[in-house]
């Protein structure tokens, strides 16, 4: 069992950053590929960034490319998703998840968060 608790969420203007954060429980944190979703009002949860569990290989989304860094350290069992040059667009509800040999796909992951809101005003 896992338990994931996101942080970091909030209110910024356009081009700003927020880092967020998600603390994991357990011993198992290292074993499991990472990812972040987001989810804007009335619209589907929608894949972000996956990073797999050593930390070596990571994948974005077309939408974030360049813009949005995800890391992880593994001893603290902390995942983090840096955000820059943020847009309103951006603005949705964040969430991460934990899985095995999970990529994009939503369903292939086992644990959640609760998500943090993030807003970015134009």
């Known amino acids: 069992q896992v338990q994931l608790v996101e942080s970091g969420g909030g209110l910024v203007q356009a081009g700003g950053s927020l880092r967020l954060s998600c603390a994991a429980s357990g011993r198992t944190f290292s074993t499991y590929d990472m990812g972040w979703f987001r989810q804007a009002p009335g619209k589907e949860r929608d894949f972000v960034v996956r990073?797999?569990?050593?930390?070596?290989?990571?994948y974005y989304a077309d939408s974030v490319k360049g813009r949005f860094t995800i890391s992880r350290d593994n001893a603290k069992n902390t995942v983090y998703l840096q955000m820059n040059n943020l847009k309103p667009e951006d603005t949705a509800v964040y969430y991460c998840?934990?899985?095995?040999?999970?990529?994009?796909?939503?369903?292939?992951?086992?644990?959640w968060g609760q998500g943090t809101q993030v807003t970015v005003s134009s």
């Open positions: 998840a934990a899985g095995r040999w999970a990529g994009s796909d939503a369903h292939r992951y086992d644990y």
């Open positions: 990073i797999n569990r050593s930390g070596g290989s990571t």
